[in-house]
Antibody, heavy 120, light 107 residues
């Protein structure tokens, strides 16, 4: 069925960077891509971008593309998302989720979320 | 970017009621539309993808349909455990935009 387990909560100062991890288990890692979604407190869901675990191809939200980098390590079945130059309005829960193109890219398995707080 | 306009933003209904949530795309998205349920403090859960395909394990009281660029999530008989926020998302083009969400409360 599959499971995604994300790294622990983070507190960062403005201007810093954060790198979150998302480890997959229970399915063939390279058969599904990974999408990152964030949710500011009390707000809706924002698509940040995705990465193909097969070839490393990425596609980022234009809003974030200058500050975000998504990578994967197939040897450890782990996806990473780094966000740089953090601002207070980056405070959010960050989720990873898997998708497969043969299933309309539906996000069928989600990680538990990582809270990132940006505060001086 | 494709805009997804979801309505209503919130609703209150009684157990057993039929509930409908609508999502309108401002461009053609074929049938590339998913619905998610999110409960407080939890990650979203996939309910429906490809407009009307029920995800594994999702109760059959949930259904999805399409008319043009209007997409509908229907809960045929609302249950107490359906209290949550529901989001639509298009997966036709990037960025994969979400609707603003509909909060469903039980009267």
């Amino acid at each position: 069925q599959g499971q995604l387990v994300q790294s622990g909560d983070e507190v960062k100062k403005p201007g810093a960077s954060v790198k979150l991890s998302c480890q997959a288990s229970g399915y063939s890692f390279t058969h599904y891509g990974i999408t990152w979604v964030r949710q500011a407190p009390g707000q809706g869901l924002e698509w940040m971008g995705w990465i193909s675990t097969y070839n490393g191809q990425t596609d980022y939200s234009r809003r974030l593309q200058d500050r975000v980098t998504m990578t994967t390590d197939t040897s450890t079945r782990t996806a990473y998302m780094e966000l740089r130059s953090l601002r207070a309005d980056d405070t959010a829960i960050f989720y990873c989720a898997r998708y497969r193109s043969t299933d309309y890219d539906a996000l069928d398995v989600w990680g538990q979320g990582t809270m990132v707080t940006v505060s001086s | 970017d494709i805009q997804m306009t979801q309505s209503p933003s919130s609703l209150s209904a009684s157990v057993g009621d039929r509930v409908t949530i609508t999502c309108r795309a401002n461009q053609y998205i074929s049938t590339y539309l998913s619905w998610f349920q999110q409960k407080p403090g939890k990650a979203p859960n996939l309910l429906i993808y490809a407009t009307s395909t029920l995800h594994s394990g999702v109760p059959s009281r949930f259904s999805g349909s399409k008319s043009g660029t209007d997409f509908t999530l229907t809960i045929s008989s609302l249950q107490p455990e359906d209290s949550a926020t529901y989001y639509c998302q298009q997966s036709y083009r990037t960025p994969r935009t979400f609707g603003q969400g509909t909060k469903v409360e039980i009267k």
